[in-house]
Protein backbone atom coordinates (compact mmCIF):
# COMPACT_ATOMS: atom_id res chain seq x y z
CA UNK A 1 0.00 0.00 0.00
CA UNK A 2 1.53 3.38 -0.62
CA UNK A 3 1.91 6.42 1.26
CA UNK A 4 -1.19 8.12 -0.20
CA UNK A 5 -3.23 4.98 0.35
CA UNK A 6 -1.98 5.22 4.37
CA UNK A 7 -3.20 8.28 4.97
CA UNK A 8 -6.58 7.49 4.08
CA UNK A 9 -6.00 4.19 5.76
CA UNK A 10 -5.66 6.57 8.95
CA UNK A 11 -8.57 8.40 8.23
CA UNK A 12 -11.33 6.06 7.93
CA UNK A 13 -9.64 4.73 11.23
CA UNK A 14 -10.92 7.55 12.76
CA UNK A 15 -14.13 7.69 11.28
CA UNK A 16 -15.10 4.16 11.41
CA UNK A 17 -17.17 4.42 14.36
CA UNK A 18 -15.60 1.75 16.03
CA UNK A 19 -15.41 -0.87 13.42
CA UNK A 20 -11.78 -1.53 11.92
CA UNK A 21 -11.20 -0.36 8.92
CA UNK A 22 -7.95 -1.98 7.84
CA UNK A 23 -9.28 -5.24 7.74
CA UNK A 24 -11.79 -3.87 5.49
CA UNK A 25 -8.99 -2.35 3.32
CA UNK A 26 -7.20 -5.46 3.07
CA UNK A 27 -10.07 -6.79 1.05
CA UNK A 28 -9.90 -4.25 -1.51
CA UNK A 29 -6.53 -5.02 -2.16
CA UNK A 30 -6.84 -5.96 -5.66
CA UNK A 31 -5.25 -4.44 -8.21
CA UNK A 32 -1.27 -3.81 -8.81
CA UNK A 33 0.04 -0.26 -9.50
CA UNK A 34 0.03 -0.52 -13.40
CA UNK A 35 -3.02 -1.35 -13.96
CA UNK A 36 -4.43 2.23 -12.68
CA UNK A 37 -6.17 3.87 -16.05
CA UNK A 38 -4.26 7.43 -15.14
CA UNK A 39 -1.26 6.15 -13.68
CA UNK A 40 -1.85 7.35 -10.55
CA UNK A 41 -2.07 5.78 -6.94
CA UNK A 42 -5.59 3.98 -5.93
CA UNK A 43 -7.58 5.42 -3.51
CA UNK A 44 -9.99 4.64 -0.92
CA UNK A 45 -12.39 6.73 0.18
CA UNK A 46 -15.21 6.42 2.83
CA UNK A 47 -18.87 7.08 1.20
CA UNK A 48 -21.50 7.49 4.38
CA UNK A 49 -21.90 6.32 6.72
CA UNK A 50 -23.42 9.78 7.48
CA UNK A 51 -24.27 10.68 3.65
CA UNK A 52 -27.77 11.74 2.70
CA UNK A 53 -27.54 9.88 -0.92
CA UNK A 54 -27.21 6.15 1.30
CA UNK A 55 -30.73 6.19 2.53
CA UNK A 56 -29.69 6.04 6.10
CA UNK A 57 -26.54 4.73 7.63
CA UNK A 58 -24.39 2.84 5.19
CA UNK A 59 -21.18 2.87 4.58
CA UNK A 60 -19.47 2.54 1.45
CA UNK A 61 -15.73 1.85 1.24
CA UNK A 62 -14.72 2.65 -2.21
CA UNK A 63 -11.48 1.87 -4.12
CA UNK A 64 -11.22 4.41 -7.29
CA UNK A 65 -8.74 5.11 -9.81
CA UNK A 66 -9.57 8.80 -10.56
CA UNK A 67 -13.35 8.74 -11.27
CA UNK A 68 -13.36 4.92 -11.81
CA UNK A 69 -14.51 2.33 -8.91
CA UNK A 70 -12.43 -0.59 -8.74
CA UNK A 71 -14.41 -2.27 -6.53
CA UNK A 72 -16.30 -1.48 -3.05
CA UNK A 73 -17.24 -3.24 0.30
CA UNK A 74 -20.42 -2.44 2.17
CA UNK A 75 -19.91 -1.77 5.94
CA UNK A 76 -23.59 -2.33 7.34
CA UNK A 77 -24.77 -2.54 11.00
CA UNK A 78 -25.14 0.50 12.42
CA UNK A 79 -28.56 -0.03 12.85
CA UNK A 80 -28.65 -2.99 14.38
CA UNK A 81 -31.33 -3.55 17.08
CA UNK A 82 -31.44 -7.20 17.41
CA UNK A 83 -34.77 -7.90 15.94
CA UNK A 84 -34.46 -11.55 15.57
CA UNK A 85 -33.27 -11.64 19.06
CA UNK A 86 -36.01 -10.03 20.71
CA UNK A 87 -38.90 -12.30 18.61
CA UNK A 88 -37.19 -15.00 21.20
CA UNK A 89 -38.06 -13.18 23.64
CA UNK A 90 -41.78 -11.61 23.23
CA UNK A 91 -45.11 -13.74 22.51
CA UNK A 92 -46.07 -13.88 19.03
CA UNK A 93 -48.72 -11.37 19.22
CA UNK A 94 -46.38 -8.95 20.83
CA UNK A 95 -44.02 -9.05 18.64
CA UNK A 96 -46.28 -8.44 15.49
CA UNK A 97 -45.41 -4.46 15.79
CA UNK A 98 -41.87 -4.73 15.56
CA UNK A 99 -41.59 -6.13 12.28
CA UNK A 100 -43.34 -2.50 11.04
CA UNK A 101 -39.92 -1.00 12.14
CA UNK A 102 -37.63 -3.74 9.54
CA UNK A 103 -38.71 -1.82 5.86
CA UNK A 104 -40.23 1.27 7.70
CA UNK A 105 -41.71 2.65 4.62
CA UNK A 106 -43.64 -0.58 3.88
CA UNK A 107 -44.36 -1.55 7.00
CA UNK A 108 -47.68 -3.16 5.90
CA UNK A 109 -46.04 -5.61 3.75
CA UNK A 110 -43.49 -6.66 6.43
CA UNK A 111 -46.93 -7.14 9.41
CA UNK A 112 -48.87 -9.48 6.45
CA UNK A 113 -45.51 -11.80 5.82
CA UNK A 114 -45.32 -12.15 9.38
CA UNK A 115 -48.78 -12.26 10.27
CA UNK A 116 -49.39 -15.04 7.59
CA UNK A 117 -46.45 -16.81 8.35
CA UNK A 118 -47.80 -17.67 12.07
CA UNK A 119 -51.41 -18.13 10.37
CA UNK A 120 -49.82 -21.24 8.37
CA UNK A 121 -48.31 -22.37 12.09
CA UNK A 122 -51.41 -21.94 13.61
CA UNK A 123 -53.29 -23.91 10.33
CA UNK A 124 -55.84 -20.86 10.36
CA UNK A 125 -57.16 -18.64 8.25
CA UNK A 126 -57.64 -15.29 7.53
CA UNK A 127 -61.49 -14.47 6.09
CA UNK A 128 -62.09 -13.26 2.74
CA UNK A 129 -62.69 -9.71 3.68
CA UNK A 130 -59.98 -9.62 5.91
CA UNK A 131 -57.52 -10.64 2.95
CA UNK A 132 -58.95 -8.44 0.79
CA UNK A 133 -58.40 -5.26 3.48
CA UNK A 134 -54.99 -6.65 3.36
CA UNK A 135 -54.77 -6.74 -0.36
CA UNK A 136 -55.52 -2.66 -0.67
CA UNK A 137 -53.88 -1.59 2.06
CA UNK A 138 -50.45 -3.60 1.13
CA UNK A 139 -50.96 -2.15 -2.53
CA UNK A 140 -51.15 1.15 -1.48
CA UNK A 141 -48.36 0.96 0.75
CA UNK A 142 -46.19 -0.85 -2.38
CA UNK A 143 -47.48 2.30 -4.09
CA UNK A 144 -46.34 4.53 -1.10
CA UNK A 145 -43.00 2.72 -0.76
CA UNK A 146 -42.28 3.04 -4.96
CA UNK A 147 -43.04 7.00 -4.83
CA UNK A 148 -40.73 7.61 -1.98
CA UNK A 149 -37.95 5.79 -3.89
CA UNK A 150 -38.63 7.66 -6.99
CA UNK A 151 -38.63 10.88 -5.34
CA UNK A 152 -35.68 10.18 -3.31
CA UNK A 153 -33.88 8.62 -6.30
CA UNK A 154 -34.31 11.31 -8.26
CA UNK A 155 -32.88 13.51 -6.22
CA UNK A 156 -29.94 11.64 -5.71
CA UNK A 157 -29.63 11.86 -9.31
CA UNK A 158 -29.93 15.68 -9.33
CA UNK A 159 -34.36 16.08 -10.42
CA UNK A 160 -35.77 17.90 -7.42
CA UNK A 161 -38.70 18.51 -8.54
CA UNK A 162 -40.90 14.82 -8.76
CA UNK A 163 -39.88 15.14 -4.94
CA UNK A 164 -42.15 16.85 -4.31
CA UNK A 165 -44.45 15.92 -6.35
CA UNK A 166 -44.30 12.23 -4.61
CA UNK A 167 -44.24 13.49 -1.20
CA UNK A 168 -47.27 15.03 -2.26
CA UNK A 169 -49.64 12.48 -3.57
CA UNK A 170 -47.63 9.97 -1.16
CA UNK A 171 -49.48 11.86 1.88
CA UNK A 172 -53.16 11.03 0.25
CA UNK A 173 -51.90 7.14 1.07
CA UNK A 174 -50.83 7.76 4.25
CA UNK A 175 -53.78 9.43 5.28
CA UNK A 176 -55.86 6.53 4.19
CA UNK A 177 -53.66 5.06 6.70
CA UNK A 178 -54.13 7.20 9.67
CA UNK A 179 -57.99 7.19 9.43
CA UNK A 180 -57.62 3.07 8.75
CA UNK A 181 -55.28 2.52 12.24
CA UNK A 182 -54.34 5.94 13.88
CA UNK A 183 -50.67 5.80 12.45
CA UNK A 184 -48.95 6.93 9.43
CA UNK A 185 -45.78 4.72 8.55
CA UNK A 186 -45.58 2.03 11.53
CA UNK A 187 -49.24 0.76 10.83
CA UNK A 188 -49.41 -2.02 13.11
CA UNK A 189 -52.36 -2.92 10.66
CA UNK A 190 -52.77 -6.60 10.74
CA UNK A 191 -53.04 -9.08 13.55
CA UNK A 192 -52.46 -12.54 13.07
CA UNK A 193 -55.96 -14.31 12.10
CA UNK A 194 -57.21 -11.07 10.51
CA UNK A 195 -57.16 -7.20 11.12
CA UNK A 196 -58.39 -5.34 14.25
CA UNK A 197 -60.16 -2.73 12.40
CA UNK A 198 -63.33 -2.55 10.49
CA UNK A 199 -62.50 -0.13 7.79
CA UNK A 200 -63.91 3.23 8.45
CA UNK A 201 -67.12 4.39 6.75
CA UNK A 202 -65.71 6.25 3.73
CA UNK A 203 -63.15 4.24 3.56
CA UNK A 204 -63.94 2.58 -0.07
CA UNK A 205 -64.50 6.01 -0.91
CA UNK A 206 -61.44 7.35 0.05
CA UNK A 207 -59.19 4.72 -1.33
CA UNK A 208 -61.38 5.54 -5.25
CA UNK A 209 -60.68 9.01 -4.56
CA UNK A 210 -57.40 8.53 -4.52
CA UNK A 211 -57.11 5.55 -7.19
CA UNK A 212 -58.47 8.65 -9.27
CA UNK A 213 -56.38 11.06 -8.51
CA UNK A 214 -53.41 8.84 -7.78
CA UNK A 215 -53.40 7.64 -11.59
CA UNK A 216 -52.71 10.29 -13.67
CA UNK A 217 -50.30 11.29 -11.61
CA UNK A 218 -47.80 8.75 -12.68
CA UNK A 219 -47.70 9.96 -16.06
CA UNK A 220 -46.90 12.98 -14.58
CA UNK A 221 -43.82 11.77 -13.13
CA UNK A 222 -42.98 9.65 -16.58
CA UNK A 223 -43.69 13.12 -18.15
CA UNK A 224 -41.17 14.71 -15.96
CA UNK A 225 -38.51 11.71 -16.31
CA UNK A 226 -38.64 8.92 -19.22
CA UNK A 227 -37.97 10.63 -22.07
CA UNK A 228 -35.57 13.73 -20.19
CA UNK A 229 -32.29 13.78 -21.28
CA UNK A 230 -29.92 13.85 -18.32
CA UNK A 231 -31.85 11.49 -16.24
CA UNK A 232 -32.02 9.04 -19.83
CA UNK A 233 -28.03 9.55 -19.88
CA UNK A 234 -27.84 8.83 -15.62
CA UNK A 235 -29.43 6.05 -15.80
CA UNK A 236 -29.34 3.96 -19.01
CA UNK A 237 -26.82 1.29 -19.32
CA UNK A 238 -25.90 1.80 -15.63
CA UNK A 239 -25.45 -0.03 -12.75
CA UNK A 240 -26.08 -3.20 -15.45
CA UNK A 241 -26.69 -6.40 -13.99
CA UNK A 242 -27.61 -9.69 -15.99
CA UNK A 243 -30.34 -12.03 -14.64
CA UNK A 244 -28.03 -15.02 -14.30
CA UNK A 245 -26.26 -12.56 -11.84
CA UNK A 246 -29.58 -11.54 -10.35
CA UNK A 247 -30.23 -15.45 -9.27
CA UNK A 248 -26.90 -16.04 -8.36
CA UNK A 249 -27.16 -13.50 -5.53
CA UNK A 250 -30.13 -13.97 -4.80
CA UNK A 251 -31.62 -10.70 -6.24
CA UNK A 252 -35.41 -9.96 -5.82
CA UNK A 253 -38.00 -8.11 -6.48
CA UNK A 254 -37.92 -5.19 -9.54
CA UNK A 255 -33.96 -5.60 -9.47
CA UNK A 256 -34.54 -9.07 -11.19
CA UNK A 257 -37.67 -8.41 -12.92
CA UNK A 258 -35.61 -5.23 -14.48
CA UNK A 259 -33.50 -8.31 -16.05
CA UNK A 260 -36.14 -10.01 -17.47
CA UNK A 261 -37.02 -12.30 -15.32
CA UNK A 262 -40.90 -12.72 -14.97
CA UNK A 263 -41.20 -13.50 -11.30
CA UNK A 264 -43.29 -12.33 -8.88
CA UNK A 265 -44.60 -14.16 -5.33
CA UNK A 266 -48.06 -12.52 -5.74
CA UNK A 267 -48.29 -15.21 -9.12
CA UNK A 268 -45.53 -17.72 -8.64
CA UNK A 269 -46.52 -18.64 -5.38
CA UNK A 270 -49.91 -16.28 -4.47
CA UNK A 271 -50.81 -15.89 -0.89
CA UNK A 272 -53.70 -13.43 0.64
CA UNK A 273 -56.50 -12.74 -2.06
CA UNK A 274 -54.23 -12.03 -4.64
CA UNK A 275 -55.36 -15.45 -6.83
CA UNK A 276 -58.38 -12.85 -7.47
CA UNK A 277 -57.30 -10.35 -9.01
CA UNK A 278 -55.96 -9.56 -12.52
CA UNK A 279 -52.83 -8.17 -13.00
CA UNK A 280 -49.51 -8.28 -15.10
CA UNK A 281 -45.91 -8.63 -14.03
CA UNK A 282 -44.11 -6.00 -15.63
CA UNK A 283 -40.55 -6.77 -16.72
CA UNK A 284 -37.52 -5.12 -18.14
CA UNK A 285 -35.09 -6.03 -20.66
CA UNK A 286 -31.55 -5.01 -20.42
CA UNK A 287 -31.24 -4.99 -16.60
CA UNK A 288 -30.10 -1.28 -15.84
CA UNK A 289 -31.02 1.75 -13.69
CA UNK A 290 -33.50 2.97 -16.65
CA UNK A 291 -35.70 -0.62 -17.06
CA UNK A 292 -35.70 -0.71 -12.63
CA UNK A 293 -36.80 2.78 -13.37
CA UNK A 294 -39.77 1.69 -16.15
CA UNK A 295 -40.21 -1.95 -14.42
CA UNK A 296 -41.20 0.49 -10.84
CA UNK A 297 -43.54 2.33 -12.77
CA UNK A 298 -45.17 -0.21 -14.77
CA UNK A 299 -45.41 -2.17 -10.79
CA UNK A 300 -47.46 1.35 -9.91
CA UNK A 301 -49.81 1.44 -11.96
CA UNK A 302 -50.89 -2.58 -11.87
CA UNK A 303 -51.00 -1.67 -8.11
CA UNK A 304 -53.86 0.84 -9.08
CA UNK A 305 -55.11 -2.10 -11.33
CA UNK A 306 -55.36 -4.42 -8.15
CA UNK A 307 -56.42 -1.86 -5.52
CA UNK A 308 -59.38 -0.83 -7.86
CA UNK A 309 -60.52 -4.35 -8.28
CA UNK A 310 -60.34 -5.24 -4.57
CA UNK A 311 -62.19 -2.27 -3.52
CA UNK A 312 -65.02 -2.67 -6.09
CA UNK A 313 -65.69 -6.70 -4.40
CA UNK A 314 -65.10 -6.18 -1.16
CA UNK A 315 -66.87 -9.09 0.36
CA UNK A 316 -68.36 -8.51 3.27
CA UNK A 317 -68.23 -10.71 6.97
CA UNK A 318 -65.99 -10.95 9.50
CA UNK A 319 -62.35 -9.63 9.48
CA UNK A 320 -60.65 -12.21 12.36
CA UNK A 321 -60.55 -15.82 12.17
CA UNK A 322 -61.16 -17.80 15.30
CA UNK A 323 -58.02 -17.01 16.91
CA UNK A 324 -56.99 -18.56 20.28
CA UNK A 325 -56.45 -16.08 23.41
CA UNK A 326 -53.07 -17.42 24.12
CA UNK A 327 -50.87 -18.66 21.26
CA UNK A 328 -49.32 -21.86 20.83
CA UNK A 329 -48.44 -22.92 17.68
CA UNK A 330 -47.29 -27.24 17.38
CA UNK A 331 -44.02 -27.63 17.22
CA UNK A 332 -42.56 -27.49 13.92
CA UNK A 333 -41.07 -24.56 11.76
CA UNK A 334 -42.65 -22.41 8.60
CA UNK A 335 -41.04 -20.68 5.87
CA UNK A 336 -43.47 -17.84 4.37
CA UNK A 337 -42.63 -15.00 1.89
CA UNK A 338 -44.25 -12.75 0.19
CA UNK A 339 -43.58 -9.82 -2.85
CA UNK A 340 -42.85 -7.01 -0.43
CA UNK A 341 -42.22 -3.74 -2.67
CA UNK A 342 -37.85 -4.21 -2.58
CA UNK A 343 -38.55 -8.23 -3.06
CA UNK A 344 -38.71 -11.38 -1.08
CA UNK A 345 -39.54 -10.73 2.18
CA UNK A 346 -39.58 -14.08 4.41
CA UNK A 347 -40.27 -15.48 7.55
CA UNK A 348 -38.83 -18.57 8.93
CA UNK A 349 -40.43 -19.19 12.84
CA UNK A 350 -39.06 -22.48 14.82
CA UNK A 351 -41.92 -23.27 16.82
CA UNK A 352 -41.18 -25.38 20.44
CA UNK A 353 -44.84 -25.46 21.57
CA UNK A 354 -44.49 -22.43 24.01
CA UNK A 355 -45.92 -19.15 23.38
CA UNK A 356 -43.14 -17.97 22.46
CA UNK A 357 -41.26 -18.71 18.99
CA UNK A 358 -38.00 -20.16 19.05
CA UNK A 359 -36.52 -18.38 16.45
CA UNK A 360 -37.89 -16.24 13.92
CA UNK A 361 -35.55 -15.81 11.00
CA UNK A 362 -36.07 -12.65 8.68
CA UNK A 363 -35.04 -12.97 4.90
CA UNK A 364 -34.92 -9.02 4.41
CA UNK A 365 -34.51 -8.36 0.28
CA UNK A 366 -32.69 -5.24 0.99
CA UNK A 367 -30.11 -7.13 3.00
CA UNK A 368 -29.81 -9.40 0.05
CA UNK A 369 -30.15 -7.27 -2.59
CA UNK A 370 -27.59 -4.90 -1.34
CA UNK A 371 -24.70 -7.88 -1.61
CA UNK A 372 -25.13 -7.03 -5.62
CA UNK A 373 -23.65 -3.62 -5.52
CA UNK A 374 -20.09 -4.17 -5.76
CA UNK A 375 -21.22 -6.22 -9.15
CA UNK A 376 -23.38 -3.27 -10.63
CA UNK A 377 -20.75 -0.51 -9.72
CA UNK A 378 -17.31 -2.07 -10.57
CA UNK A 379 -16.06 -0.56 -13.48
CA UNK A 380 -18.64 2.94 -13.53
CA UNK A 381 -17.91 6.03 -12.05
CA UNK A 382 -18.06 7.56 -8.45
CA UNK A 383 -21.72 9.59 -9.62
CA UNK A 384 -22.79 5.80 -10.99
CA UNK A 385 -22.53 4.16 -7.37
CA UNK A 386 -25.75 7.20 -5.88
CA UNK A 387 -27.71 5.96 -9.09
CA UNK A 388 -27.10 2.23 -8.28
CA UNK A 389 -27.62 2.75 -4.58
CA UNK A 390 -30.51 4.48 -5.55
CA UNK A 391 -32.46 1.81 -7.88
CA UNK A 392 -31.30 -0.92 -5.45
CA UNK A 393 -33.87 0.80 -3.09
CA UNK A 394 -32.45 -0.37 0.28
CA UNK A 395 -33.93 0.20 3.76
CA UNK A 396 -31.18 0.40 6.29
CA UNK A 397 -33.71 -0.67 8.98
CA UNK A 398 -34.21 -3.07 7.31
CA UNK A 399 -30.68 -4.05 5.67
CA UNK A 400 -29.33 -4.62 9.50
CA UNK A 401 -32.56 -5.52 11.49
CA UNK B 1 -35.59 -36.61 -6.78
CA UNK B 2 -35.27 -37.44 -2.89
CA UNK B 3 -34.84 -41.68 -4.35
CA UNK B 4 -31.82 -40.61 -6.49
CA UNK B 5 -30.24 -38.77 -3.42
CA UNK B 6 -30.97 -41.34 -1.04
CA UNK B 7 -29.49 -44.08 -3.67
CA UNK B 8 -26.48 -42.16 -3.80
CA UNK B 9 -25.79 -40.98 -0.62
CA UNK B 10 -28.21 -43.92 1.84
CA UNK B 11 -27.72 -43.15 5.27
CA UNK B 12 -26.51 -39.86 4.65
CA UNK B 13 -29.85 -38.32 3.88
CA UNK B 14 -31.70 -38.67 7.50
CA UNK B 15 -34.74 -37.47 6.93
CA UNK B 16 -37.09 -36.02 4.27
CA UNK B 17 -40.61 -35.18 4.49
CA UNK B 18 -43.25 -32.57 4.40
CA UNK B 19 -44.29 -30.16 7.10
CA UNK B 20 -47.93 -27.69 6.96
CA UNK B 21 -46.78 -28.73 2.34
CA UNK B 22 -43.10 -27.44 2.82
CA UNK B 23 -40.79 -30.10 1.76
CA UNK B 24 -37.25 -29.98 3.57
CA UNK B 25 -34.77 -33.29 4.41
CA UNK B 26 -31.88 -33.72 6.82
CA UNK B 27 -28.63 -34.31 6.24
CA UNK B 28 -25.78 -35.78 7.41
CA UNK B 29 -23.12 -32.93 7.89
CA UNK B 30 -20.15 -34.84 6.26
CA UNK B 31 -22.16 -34.38 3.00
CA UNK B 32 -23.77 -31.86 2.79
CA UNK B 33 -21.63 -29.45 0.37
CA UNK B 34 -22.39 -32.63 -2.04
CA UNK B 35 -25.85 -32.38 -1.37
CA UNK B 36 -26.41 -28.93 -2.00
CA UNK B 37 -24.19 -28.78 -5.20
CA UNK B 38 -26.32 -31.66 -6.33
CA UNK B 39 -29.29 -29.87 -5.47
CA UNK B 40 -28.47 -27.20 -7.78
CA UNK B 41 -26.59 -28.77 -10.70
CA UNK B 42 -29.11 -31.86 -11.31
CA UNK B 43 -32.30 -30.16 -9.28
CA UNK B 44 -32.46 -26.75 -10.67
CA UNK B 45 -32.39 -25.70 -7.24
CA UNK B 46 -30.28 -21.83 -8.34
CA UNK B 47 -31.78 -19.68 -6.02
CA UNK B 48 -30.22 -19.57 -2.36
CA UNK B 49 -33.53 -17.95 -0.65
CA UNK B 50 -31.93 -17.93 2.79
CA UNK B 51 -29.08 -19.48 4.78
CA UNK B 52 -29.79 -19.57 8.55
CA UNK B 53 -29.44 -21.21 12.23
CA UNK B 54 -30.79 -22.81 14.73
CA UNK B 55 -29.38 -22.91 18.31
CA UNK B 56 -30.48 -25.81 20.69
CA UNK B 57 -27.89 -25.63 23.84
CA UNK B 58 -29.42 -29.36 25.37
CA UNK B 59 -28.74 -31.27 22.30
CA UNK B 60 -25.46 -32.42 21.68
CA UNK B 61 -25.40 -31.22 18.43
CA UNK B 62 -26.21 -28.01 19.07
CA UNK B 63 -26.54 -25.99 16.03
CA UNK B 64 -29.23 -26.67 13.24
CA UNK B 65 -28.07 -25.13 10.41
CA UNK B 66 -30.47 -24.70 7.20
CA UNK B 67 -30.82 -23.47 3.69
CA UNK B 68 -33.79 -22.47 2.10
CA UNK B 69 -33.86 -23.34 -1.81
CA UNK B 70 -36.20 -22.23 -4.53
CA UNK B 71 -35.75 -23.25 -8.25
CA UNK B 72 -37.39 -20.96 -11.18
CA UNK B 73 -38.08 -23.95 -13.22
CA UNK B 74 -40.27 -25.86 -10.96
CA UNK B 75 -41.40 -23.13 -8.96
CA UNK B 76 -40.88 -25.08 -5.80
CA UNK B 77 -38.96 -24.61 -1.90
CA UNK B 78 -36.99 -27.06 -0.61
CA UNK B 79 -35.61 -26.92 3.24
CA UNK B 80 -31.87 -28.49 3.60
CA UNK B 81 -31.54 -28.88 7.26
CA UNK B 82 -27.70 -30.05 9.11
CA UNK B 83 -26.99 -30.68 12.07
CA UNK B 84 -23.66 -29.71 14.12
CA UNK B 85 -21.87 -29.61 17.21
CA UNK B 86 -20.71 -26.01 18.80
CA UNK B 87 -16.93 -25.48 17.25
CA UNK B 88 -17.78 -27.54 14.15
CA UNK B 89 -17.50 -26.16 10.76
CA UNK B 90 -19.06 -26.65 7.46
CA UNK B 91 -18.11 -26.36 3.60
CA UNK B 92 -19.13 -23.08 2.85
CA UNK B 93 -21.53 -22.66 -0.09
CA UNK B 94 -20.33 -19.68 -1.60
CA UNK B 95 -18.37 -21.23 -4.64
CA UNK B 96 -22.30 -22.80 -5.37
CA UNK B 97 -24.47 -19.93 -4.85
CA UNK B 98 -22.51 -16.30 -4.19
CA UNK B 99 -25.41 -15.17 -2.10
CA UNK B 100 -23.91 -16.76 0.76
CA UNK B 101 -20.86 -14.96 1.00
CA UNK B 102 -23.39 -12.55 3.16
CA UNK B 103 -25.95 -15.04 4.56
CA UNK B 104 -22.79 -17.08 5.96
CA UNK B 105 -21.21 -14.35 7.64
CA UNK B 106 -25.10 -13.71 9.17
CA UNK B 107 -24.68 -16.74 10.49
CA UNK B 108 -21.29 -16.29 11.51
CA UNK B 109 -21.34 -13.44 13.08
CA UNK B 110 -24.95 -14.20 15.18
CA UNK B 111 -24.07 -17.76 15.93
CA UNK B 112 -20.43 -18.13 15.69
CA UNK B 113 -20.55 -21.11 13.32
CA UNK B 114 -17.71 -21.03 10.76
CA UNK B 115 -17.37 -21.93 6.50
CA UNK B 116 -14.49 -23.42 5.51
CA UNK B 117 -13.34 -21.72 2.10
CA UNK B 118 -15.71 -18.57 2.86
CA UNK B 119 -13.56 -15.78 0.73
CA UNK B 120 -14.29 -13.23 3.78
CA UNK B 121 -15.62 -14.87 6.59
CA UNK B 122 -15.73 -11.78 8.99
CA UNK B 123 -18.79 -10.31 11.49
CA UNK B 124 -21.21 -8.02 9.09
CA UNK B 125 -23.48 -6.49 10.96
CA UNK B 126 -21.82 -6.32 14.79
CA UNK B 127 -18.37 -4.94 14.86
CA UNK B 128 -15.58 -6.66 13.86
CA UNK B 129 -14.19 -7.03 17.28
CA UNK B 130 -17.71 -7.51 19.84
CA UNK B 131 -17.48 -10.43 21.73
CA UNK B 132 -19.94 -12.97 21.66
CA UNK B 133 -22.51 -14.24 19.45
CA UNK B 134 -26.02 -12.64 19.98
CA UNK B 135 -28.27 -15.24 18.83
CA UNK B 136 -27.40 -18.41 20.95
CA UNK B 137 -29.70 -18.76 22.98
CA UNK B 138 -27.27 -18.56 26.08
CA UNK B 139 -26.52 -15.20 25.07
CA UNK B 140 -28.94 -12.84 27.14
CA UNK B 141 -30.87 -10.32 25.69
CA UNK B 142 -29.79 -7.09 27.39
CA UNK B 143 -25.89 -8.90 27.55
CA UNK B 144 -23.86 -6.90 25.62
CA UNK B 145 -20.12 -6.70 25.17
CA UNK B 146 -19.42 -4.18 27.81
CA UNK B 147 -15.76 -3.31 27.30
CA UNK B 148 -16.34 -2.88 23.88
CA UNK B 149 -19.05 0.07 25.07
CA UNK B 150 -16.94 1.22 26.92
CA UNK B 151 -14.22 1.68 24.72
CA UNK B 152 -15.63 2.84 21.98
CA UNK B 153 -18.81 4.75 22.98
CA UNK B 154 -17.15 5.80 25.88
CA UNK B 155 -19.99 5.26 28.07
CA UNK B 156 -20.68 2.58 30.89
CA UNK B 157 -23.33 0.67 29.06
CA UNK B 158 -25.67 0.66 26.24
CA UNK B 159 -28.62 -0.35 27.82
Known amino acids: ??????????????????????????????????????????????????????????????????????????????????????????????????????????????????????????????????????????????????????GTHALDIGAITPLFYLFRDREEILKIFERYCGARLTTHAFRIGGCQYETYDGFEQDVIKFLDFGLPKIDEYEELLTTNRIWVERTKGVGKISAQDCIALGVTGPVLRASGVKWDLRKAQPYAAYPEFEFEIPIGQNGDTYDRYLVRMQEMRQSFRIIRQAVSKIPEGPIMAKVPKVMKPPVGEIYHSIEAPKGELGYFIVSDGSTQPYRVRVRPPSFVNLQALDLMVRGQLVADVIAVIGTLDIVLGEVDR | ???????????????????????????????????????????????????????????????????????????????????????????SSDPIWPTANWLEREVFDMFGIRFDGHPDLKRILLPEDWKGHPLRKDYGIIQQDEEWVKVNLGIESGQ
Not at chain 1, 14 to 33: C, F, T, W
Not at chain 1, 106 to 133: D, M, Q, T
Not at chain 2, 21 to 50: K, P, T, W
Open chain 2, 1 to 91: MLGRLKQRYGSGIREASTYLGQNYMVVEASIISQALQILRDEHDFDYCVDITAVHYPQREKQFDLLWILYSFARNERIRVKTMIADGESVP
Open chain 1, 1 to 150: MSNGTKTEDTKMRAHGAGKDAGSYISHLELGEKDQTFLDSDELIINMGPQHPATHGVLRVILKLDGEKVLGTECVIGYLHRGVEKIAEHRTYTMFNPYVDRMDYVAAVSNGLGYCEAVEKLLNIEAPPRAKYIRVILTELNRLASHQLWL
